[in-house]
Each structure stands twice: as structure tokens, then as C-alpha cells.
């Protein structure tokens, strides 16, 4: 595993530009593909919340797989509970469920921050992509998005993405795999920790991370879901091997690849880069056509894929992808005579009209300081602005870059800085 996400995220201006860096080349190779972005709420319904996450998990033992979300009331009456977004698949689900009509597909995609408790149970956030199509059940929309992933892996420099696919199979190939395997964890219940037992009880298919070194932890032996897969099933996961082969797409099958969410059927993936000499999930993501119903009482057939944003970005940052951009050509606006308030800020108006970035110093200081400030922050150009030198219908203009300075008359302000823009542009 990657080093653990910050529990809260603080993005500072270093950070920023290297984030919006990430998410405009995400965003353009989405669009690429006609997909939509949605923006939802991080508050969620604690009960639709629920009724996703166990979905297909058998009574009470499903209670035990939404421990992992932070919930920010206590039950009250009949009043309904609020829950930070765990994930965002039964989101989208749950309010586009109106609009997506019989025969309908519908690409949407959404990112931004997801909370739930660590292993540990402490609180914690982490910034995730979600990328869904709803509406078929077609090899081809399953193909489309499992490519969309390596694809958006590939646009941010992880030429050596791999993926690891397996197939949960359908509803009805499922029945006596989890039979089989239930039977097989009441018999070697002494193998695992009681936390590891209930949560694979709940969940066969679950990641447990357990730490316990005296625990098996998952299911290394006993019944493989792929000894149960009916005949549709295989050769639906046969025809999605053969096109991710031809599309050049490394994959392996993996037949110990867990998922948290009991969601999932046929089709599972996830993204795998080797980071720092270990194999690292970075996001991952599967079939769920069985999902919607649960939720919204409307059959959507879907697929979709989940990115960890954290992860992507500390190997990005590791393997140095992050190339700062070009500096901007900037002007200091500095004042050293009181009462120039209302001239500093029609100059920067000015400025503002030509699509010139302007810093305006907030203090009187002397000029030395000014220009100290001035380089500081990147400027190409500042104007010096004294009280005599106003009433003689002048302005001083330093040329940083060069390291020149020369007074300019007022009116031709602006022409002066757009020479220097246009001259330093092309140097």
C-alpha cells in the first residue's frame, strides 16, 4: 500500500497547481468519450447509504459492512440519518434514477473528496474520480470503461498500468458458490480473527486488510467463484479477456481480487502500478447491474471504475510527472506616498482589462523592499507609484527581468507594459 492519506486534506498553493494539473488531464481524456460530470452532494441518505453497501448480503450480517461510514446524527424517531459519502456509485444512482429512461445510456463521471473510518477507526478523507455508464449491459460498455481507465491512468504518465480482472458471475451462479464458502469458513473458523470472519460471512468477496498475522485474512484456499460460473458467465469474461488482449491492455486474472462493496457481479477490475518497488491498487471497479433495483426499485444495468486520487498523486509527485507551468507575466503595483489608494487600483483596473495579472502591495514601503517583494512573487514588471512624481504626469516602470527602470508618462502606462509583455514573451 501507498503511504496513508492525510486523515483530512489541506491543499496549500504548492499543492494546487500540481492537483489541477491531475484533474484537467483527467477531464480531457473523459470528454473524449462523450462522458458527462455530475455534481452531487457529499451528504447522503444513511439509509439508501445502507441499502447499497449490504446489498446482496444476507440479514444482520450485513450491519457489519457499513461500520466503515461516518455518520453525523444519532437515530432519532423516525428521522432519517445523514451520512458523509463513502463512495459514489449509490449516489449517482440514487438521484439520476429519475431521468434515465428504458433503452437510455447515460456516461457521467464525478470527483472530489469520500470519508470513511481507517482501519484503525479513525476518521478520515480521501479524494477519488468515479466514472459510471448506466443503462447497458452490453461486453462492448464493459470493454468501453475498463479501457477508460487505463486510458485516464496512461494521460497521467502511468505508462505501466496493469489489470487484474476477475468474474463474480451472475445471481445464479453465485447461490451455491456463497453456500460452499460459508460452509468452508464455519469449518476453518479457527483460521481467522473474529472480525475477518464476520466481515468474509458478510462478504466472501471482501478486502479485509486485516493485520492480524495469526489470521488467513481472505480466502487463498477453498472455493473459487470462477468453479462456479454458469456457461453465459464464461464466455462473457472470455470475450472481455480477448478484447482488453487485442487492445494492447496488460492484464492477469486474478482470482483473489476482493472488493469492499458485495455490489459487484460478472466483470471486477482493478488498476495496478508497481510503486517503489511494491504493487500498489489504484483504483478498480466492476459490473453492478444488480445495484439500482436495491436502491431505486429500477433495473440499470451498469458498469464503472473508481480512481484514488491520493495514490495517483504521490506517484505522480514521486516520479516527477508534475511540470510546473510557464510563469505568467505579472505586474507589482506599488505605492510610496500616501492617499494614491484610488490611482493604484484605476491602474490594476486597467491592467485587469488586458488580461495582465497585477500584485498590489497593501503597505508604503520603501523602494528596495518593494522590489525584493516584487521578485518574490514571480513579477516580470513593477510600477512605482510616488506623489511628485504623479503631479509631473509620470510613472516609474522597472523592468525586472532585465533590470532596467525608466519613467513613462501616464497616458502611455499601459502601452508601455503591453511592449513589455510582448517583449519578454518573446525572448
Known sequence: MAQEPKRFHEFMPDEVWKWKILEEKMDKVLALHDYQEIRLSVLQDYQVLHTGITALMQGAEADYAVQAVLSLSSPESNLSLLSLRPEGTISVLHHTARIINPGEVHRFYYSGPM???????????????????????????????????????????????????????????????????????????????????????????????????????????????SDYLCNTCKANFSKVKKIQANLGNSYKVNSHLYKNFAYYNETVFDFVVNHKGREIIVGGGGRYDYLSAQITGKKIPAVGFYLNLDI????????????????????????????????????????????????????????????????????????????????????????????????????????????????????
Not at 505501466?160 to 458471475?169: A, F, I
Not at 507551468?325 to 483596473?349: G, H, R, W
Open 115 to 225: 470519508f470513511r473510518k481507517a482501519d484503525t477507526q479513525q476518521q478520515m478523507e480521501f479524494y477519488q474520480l468515479g466514472v459510471e455508464l448506466l443503462g447497458s449491459e452490453s461486453i462492448l460498455s464493459e470493454n468501453e470503461v475498463i479501457s477508460l481507465g487505463m486510458k485516464v491512468c496512461h494521460g497521467l504518465g502511468l505508462k505501466d498500468v496493469r489489470l487484474d480482472m476477475n468474474s463474480y458471475g451472475c445471481s445464479q451462479c453465485r447461490v451455491a458458490f456463497f453456500a460452499d464458502l460459508r460452509s468452508y469458513l464455519e469449518q476453518h473458523k479457527d483460521d481467522y480473527c473474529k472480525d475477518c470472519f464476520r466481515e468474509l460471512y458478510a462478504n466472501p468477496f471482501s478486502d479485509t486488510r486485516c493485520q492480524d498475522a495469526e489470521c488467513k485474512h481472505s480466502f487463498t484456499s477453498g472455493p473459487q467463484i
Open 312 to 427: 495517483l498523486f504521490e506517484i505522480m509527485e514521486s516520479r516527477g510527472l508534475f511540470r510546473a507551468p510557464e510563469q505568467d507575466f505579472k505586474v507589482y503595483l506599488c505605492s510610496e506616498s500616501e492617499n494614491l489608494e484610488m490611482m493604484t487600483l484605476q491602474i490594476a483596473q486597467e491592467l485587469h482589462a488586458q488580461g495582465i495579472k497585477t500584485i498590489l502591495s497593501p503597505e508604503i514601503s520603501t523602494t528596495a523592499e518593494e522590489i525584493k517583494h516584487a521578485i518574490h512573487k514571480a513579477c516580470s514588471v513593477m510600477l512605482i507609484i510616488r506623489d511628485d512624481n504623479i503631479r509631473e504626469g509620470k510613472i516609474l516602470l522597472r523592468n525586472l527581468v532585465k533590470e532596467h527602470q525608466d519613467y513613462v508618462s501616464l497616458k502611455d502606462t499601459l502601452p508601455a507594459i503591453l511592449l513589455a509583455r510582448k517583449a519578454l514573451k518573446h525572448d
